[in-house]
């Protein structure tokens, strides 16, 4: 399991981001963080010319968190149903408190013939 430490800004916030009105950690920035430590979990396991897209976000944001405070994101190894790689991510505070928990799937995809789809883009 991989550890990602967070220090919430103000541009981390539900108001900054447009989620809602208050000077706590957004919603959609945490998700961002758990993605965001399921994609560099991802990348250890793709073979050259792969990577991974994300597919399902399923997170309970259970508890707010102010600015100034550090979370730390976790983020399990993959499990591989065959279609896709689901991984379990847990959020906490800095006094170890759930701040949010779920799963994030991302399918595993060759780069190029993705790309490819949308009129050869390369990245």
Not at 82 to 89: A, C, D, K, P, S
Not at 107 to 114: C, G, I, L, T, W
Request: glycine letters at 8%; hydrophobic letters at 40%.
């Amino acid at each position: 399991m991989s550890s990602y430490q967070h220090a919430v800004t103000d541009a981390d916030t539900a108001e900054t981001l447009g989620s809602g009105d208050l000077p706590v950690l957004a919603t959609p920035r945490l998700i961002n963080w758990c993605e965001r430590a399921a994609f560099a979990e991802a990348r250890e396991a793709l073979q050259e010319g792969q990577t991974t897209v994300g597919t399902t976000v399923k997170v309970d944001h259970v508890k707010a968190t102010p600015v100034g405070s550090t979370v730390t994101v976790s983020c399990s190894k993959p499990k591989n149903d065959g279609r896709r790689l689901i991984f379990h991510v847990s959020v906490k505070d800095a006094a170890g408190e759930v701040v949010a928990q779920g799963e994030v799937h991302r399918a595993v995809v060759d780069r190029d013939r993705f790309l490819a789809r949308f009129g050869g883009a390369q990245a």
